[in-house]
Structure formats: C-alpha cells, structure tokens
C-alpha cells in the first residue's frame, strides 16, 4: 500500500535536512552574540550578531587583521579578538611599567609555533593576549565574517590590513 511508504519518506527527508543542518552548523557557520566592550567601536556592546566561518577552525587561512572567535584559555568561555601576530611575528607587548626617565618600556615577544597574537580593538577594556599570552591555534573556533542586527542591518567583515 501507499501509505507505508509515504511515512518512511517523510522521515527519510526529515533525517537528511537534520543531517544537512547538523553539518552546517558544526562545521561551516555558526552565530553568535557580541557583548562586551572589548571591540568597541567595530562591534557594538549589546544587539550586534557575529556570523562565525568555521572553516577558519585551527587558525586555518586566518591572516593578521582577521577577526576570529576563540575559546578563552583562563576560562571556559568564548571570546572574539583581533589577530595582530601569526607564528614567528614578533609583537609588542605594552608594558604598564616605566622607567626613571619617563619613557615608557617597550617588550616584544616572538609569538610561538602553533600559536597566534590576539588583541581586542578597545585596548583599555581588552583582556586578550597581553594578559594570557599567545593563543593556541587550536583554540581558534573561526573566522567573523559579517555582523548584524536582527531585521534590520547585516555587513560584512572586511580585513582592514589587506
């Protein structure tokens, strides 16, 4: 009869569209909320939507100036920052204290192997490599492509050091 295999397609298609969303989601883009002050003034505080390019997991293809998504290595959160140094790069880590001349110290680090430099756009209100050290690229979960606000603005992300 009809009917039997009717049923049977419908949870045949179901299955794919779960299988086709699953795969989306895991491993091509994802979303996710900006908050926070750190990237102010490229991300707002509160409203603004991350749109995350998983293919860029493991700092694949990520280039300095991209944005990327990252587990935080303190804690178990996630955290959006700026690349500003790939394996090899030497960076400049603002040092708080000064010398008896008034100058301030300057300190340069070589960013490991396996690792990258990441800091937020809003350096007073960062907390990024210049507290935790380089980042392991492992922990990078992707690359921001574009931002929006639900029906109402969508923009994409552009390197601004290309």
């Not at 908050?35 to 300095?64: A, C, D, Q, Y």
């Not at 690349?83 to 001349?101: H, I, M, N, R, T």
């Amino acid at each position: 009869p009809s009917w039997i295999g009717h049923p049977f397609g419908v949870l045949v298609r179901t299955l794919k569209f779960v299988a086709f969303a699953h795969m989306i989601w895991d491993y091509g883009i994802s979303m996710a909320p900006a908050s926070g002050p750190s990237m102010l003034p490229t991300f707002e505080v509160l409203g603004e939507w991350l749109l995350v390019s998983k293919l860029h997991r493991f700092g694949r293809n990520v280039s300095i100036g991209d944005v990327v998504a990252y587990s935080i290595p303190i804690n178990d959160e996630v955290g959006v920052k700026r690349v500003l140094g790939l394996p090899g790069d030497y960076v400049l880590v603002d040092a708080p204290a000064e010398s008896g001349s008034g100058l301030s110290l300057s300190l340069f680090c070589q960013v490991p192997q396996g690792h990258c430099w990441i800091v937020g756009d809003n350096l007073v209100a960062s907390r990024d490599s210049r507290t935790f050290g380089p980042v392991p690229l492992a922990l990078i979960r992707g690359k921001v492509i574009a931002t929006f606000r639900p029906f109402s603005e969508f923009k994409w992300m552009a390197n601004p050091l290309q």
